[in-house]
């Protein structure tokens, strides 16, 4: 194991520390946070905010399947002079927001690396699909699959290599990081499920996925470093301090499903994790993902995110981007750097003996394994010109060579008939939290009235920004803002939607949309001759990149909108299109009859929600996050000041260790408002016969899993079935629909304490019509049950009864079962 390694040579790299080793107090944490002592010390095993040093860097191999790309990327790599195999780790300006440059001789054409996780932002005609919180709160493994298969062909049709998609960090610890919507959820399991049959399918359609951003960027506070004008530096990126068990069993485990998939890539992220940043911290790269998870692939760094040159590439990084300074420092100022670091120090480093050739050669065999073994040699699309005067990110004038891009001026649609995919996934996403006195499906009702400014259209230009949100006042949510953006070739619109479906029943719709007049009106002398049969209530709340939420409520006073409408008509209809959590004090109120959580639905937005409150569709989704009475009821905040001026004083300490969403409130007997897990249906549904069985003989479940070669993924044994759950579930309503059976595991006492009282780790969606009754199985992998034991450095399976719970939500279990792995 790396960090046995790592022990062994620990007080010969003290004494020369490279920046990923170098450890600092914390401002608040002086007395505990660190002492040099060996890692293995048990000392500091309950300490963290230091990183320890892991070296070498380690070797790809081609394991995982990739042994026929690996030997072509090796003999690509045997072709190539020293300074291509730097041109090769570092980008420059060119058409995309990523670039490597071509080299002709070889018939390589370039890397064109395109952003993001919801649609490739800068290119037109393609489409905005539903945010990944939208996907999350479907739960469905189906339309995670589907939604990105269809992006990849976007992406490959356009001829971008890379998808800088999906994302897992943040992955949810704080309700209010601004990039929780990009990424799916604060459970690991769900976002794993999630990460994986992303990359699947963009990885289907032949592009490289990059799993990002590796690891715990739980904030975009202070998320880079800040300098002085005169260019001295002010303060280090936040580091998030979290400790070794936190960090497998939470934020690393969606990226061990990456890279257990075979993601192409992993992207670094900008702050710094336990002291050190995370593009150049050995442990996390060297460690933790290249010798743990046994990962194949390269890591890219975020734009602008590396800080380091030798130390870096010791460190594992094997490509930086955007690889130059050469941008318009107006578009994101925060990222504004001095220096490059790669590119031609590559060549410097290699050749003065500071990197070792060999260790250049991996970075870029690490590169072009991925693009061999999805074939990205063969016919792929070339660079669809319209990247390259829309890329305001560097500008045709800021290329430093000149690109070989046919500069034709013909449209290159990619949208093919993803828009009714996009409907459907976002339809079937949507979650309904309240529907009392039968309020929904709407059954031709004579008269709607639409309220709020989340209704129409969008008043100020595309959404898909980083600026000012003051503009967004008017208009429906479809998409966040930042990188993780779309640039929306069309919006429908809630209000054009629903009146084209009114019109069907000659129902009379109106519309107030200014949030303020009804907020601040009498309900009924807004009307005009009587007052609705439905009052839908569009409400919204925004979140981006750079910065963080400020606040749970809706936006633009939402609640006193509801107030408002609530008071005076008795069948008001909630519909939000959201970030993610947002605190709902109307939702008990006794005319608010249904409540529809929607998130942030893609460009088709008006016709899914159209669709579900029309009962065209049955709403299926469930929530992918827990929604708390009060703002306060929730931990582990962002840290959002910091009283004192050391240079590394901003510091996040992940106290609450495994205790973020239902683990946090299941643990301390929290009421909530709305569970982890939860959403209705229009019909109901019954379970029974819960069967458990185990795959393996009687005794033969050892603590340890057997020490087998590391593959993509880290130990095999971690991924392999030891039990089966099936159960029936039955439709006993009326109609056709779908719902979720979720299983959740209590482990036994044995287990470490702070291990949460229950943990998802099984769901499968599935569709009955009325009175059908069909059986659904979970697979239980011997990673489901182990926790990551701090002291042997490996997963173990505690021994005692572990009790398997199944139910439609984490806190409506239905059954159980025990199993008792390793007797006590
Ligand atoms: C910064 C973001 O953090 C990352 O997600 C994105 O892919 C890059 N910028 C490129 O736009």
């Given at each position: 194991m790396a960090t046995v390694a790592a022990t062994a040579l620990w007080s010969l790299l003290l004494l020369a520390a490279p920046i990923d080793a170098q450890v600092y107090m914390g401002a608040d944490r002086s007395a505990d946070a660190f002492t040099w002592v060996q890692p293995l010390n048990t000392t500091i095993l309950g300490q963290y905010g230091h990183s320890e040093p892991v070296y070498p860097s380690p070797s790809s191999t081609g394991a995982g399947g990739w042994a026929e790309a690996f030997e072509k990327a090796q003999a690509f790599v045997a072709e190539l002079t020293l300074t291509e195999k730097s041109d090769m780790v570092t980008g420059v300006p060119g058409p995309c927001i990523g670039n490597i440059y071509p080299i002709p001789r070889l018939n390589f054409s370039g890397i064109c690396l395109q952003d993001g996780p919801v649609s490739l932002r800068i290119v037109d005609y393609v489409s905005v699909f539903p945010s990944g919180v939208t996907v999350a709160a479907s739960w469905d493994k189906t339309v995670m699959y589907e939604r990105n298969l269809a992006m990849g062909r976007e992406f490959r049709a356009k001829g971008a290599h890379v998808a800088l998609a999906p994302s897992a960090g943040p992955m949810g610890r704080c309700v209010y990081s601004g990039r929780n919507w990009e990424g799916f959820s604060p459970d690991p399991y769900l976002s794993g499920v999630a990460m994986e049959l992303g990359i699947r399918g963009l990885q289907d359609a032949g592009v490289q996925a990059v799993a990002k951003h590796f690891v715990a960027n739980e904030q975009e506070i202070m998320r880079n470093p800040v300098y002085y004008t005169n260019g001295t530096l002010q303060y280090e990126a936040i580091s998030a301090n979290v400790d070794d068990r936190t960090l497998h069993e939470l934020y690393m485990w969606p990226f061990a499903n990456a890279v257990h998939e075979g993601v192409s890539s992993v992207m670094c992220s900008y702050q710094r994790a336990n002291g050190s940043y995370s593009c150049q911290n050995s442990k996390l790269l060297n460690g933790l993902l290249k010798d743990e998870l046994g990962f194949q692939g390269y890591v890219v760094s975020d734009?602008?995110?590396?800080?380091?040159g030798v130390d870096a590439v010791n460190a594992g990084m094997d490509m930086d981007m955007p690889g130059t300074t050469r941008y318009n420092r107006s578009y994101v100022p925060e990222l504004a750097r001095m220096t490059s670091l790669f590119g031609g120090n590559i060549t410097t480093m290699v050749s003065n003996g500071s990197v070792a050739e060999a260790r250049l050669n991996d970075m870029v065999t690490r590169i072009m394994t991925p693009y061999f073994h999805l074939r990205q040699d063969e016919d792929y699309p070339t660079v669809d010109p319209s990247s390259v005067f829309l890329?305001?990110?560097?500008?045709?004038?800021?290329?430093l060579r000149p690109w070989n891009i046919t500069q034709d001026t013909s449209i290159r649609d990619a949208r093919d008939n993803h828009a009714e995919i996009i409907r459907r996934h976002a339809a079937e996403s949507t979650v309904l939290l309240k529907n009392i006195n039968n309020a929904l499906p709407l059954k031709a009702p004579r008269y709607i009235g639409i309220f709020g400014?989340?209704?129409?259209?969008?008043?100020?230009?595309?959404?898909?920004?980083?600026?000012?949100?003051?503009?967004?006042?008017?208009g429906t949510y479809a998409v966040g803002g930042g990188s993780g953006s779309g640039r929306l070739t069309y919006l429908v619109t809630p209000q054009e939607a629903l009146k084209a479906r009114a019109q069907q029943d000659g129902t009379v719709v109106e519309s107030w949309l200014n949030n303020t007049l009804v907020a601040t009106s009498d309900a009924t002398t807004l009307w005009s001759y009587r007052g609705p049969d439905v009052c839908l209530v569009f409400l919204k709340s925004w979140a981006r990149e750079v910065i963080d939420r400020e606040s749970l409520e809706l936006d633009w006073d939402g609640n006193a909108v509801v107030e408002s409408v609530a008071s005076s008509c008795n069948n008001t209809i909630v519909i939000t299109h959201s970030a993610g959590v947002n605190v709902l004090p109307f939702a008990d109120h006794p005319n608010v009859t249904a409540i529809l959580l929607a998130h942030y639905p893609g460009q088709e937005s008006g016709n899914s929600i159209t669709d579900v409150l029309y009962g065209d569709v049955n709403p299926s989704g469930r929530l992918p996050y827990t929604i708390a009475y009060n703002e306060s009821d929730y931990n582990a905040p962002i840290v959002t000041n910091i009283q004192t001026t050391g240079v590394e004083d901003w510091q996040s300490w992940f106290d609450e260790r495994l205790e973020i969403d239902y683990r946090y409130f299941d643990a301390n007997n929290i009421s909530v408002q709305y569970e982890f897990g939860y959403g209705l249906s229009y019909t109901s549904f019954d379970m029974s016969d819960l069967i458990v069985e185990s795959t393996q003989q009687s005794g033969a479940i050892q603590q340890f899993p057997a020490a087998t070669p590391v593959t993509p993924g880290g130990n095999p044994e971690l991924w392999q079935t030891l039990y089966t759950a099936s159960i029936a579930v039955s439709n006993t309503g009326l109609s056709r629909g779908s719902t979720v059976p979720q299983l959740y595991i209590s482990f036994p006492d044995s287990a470490p304490s702070g291990t949460p009282p229950r943990q998802l780790r099984g769901f499968e969606k599935v569709e009955l019509a009325p009175g059908e009754r069909r059986t659904v199985t979970f697979e239980i992998m011997r990673r489901d049950i182990s926790y990551w034991d701090v002291f042997s450095q490996e997963w173990a399976v505690p021994s005692g009864d572990f009790i398997f719970h199944v139910g439609f939500s984490s806190r409506d279990l239905v059954a159980s079962a025990t199993v008792t792995p390793i007797a006590a």
């Open positions: 734009w602008y995110a590396l800080h380091a890329n305001t990110f560097s500008n045709q004038s800021s290329w400014n989340d209704a129409g259209e969008i008043q100020n230009g595309p959404i898909n920004r980083f600026g000012s949100d003051e503009s967004l006042e008017y």
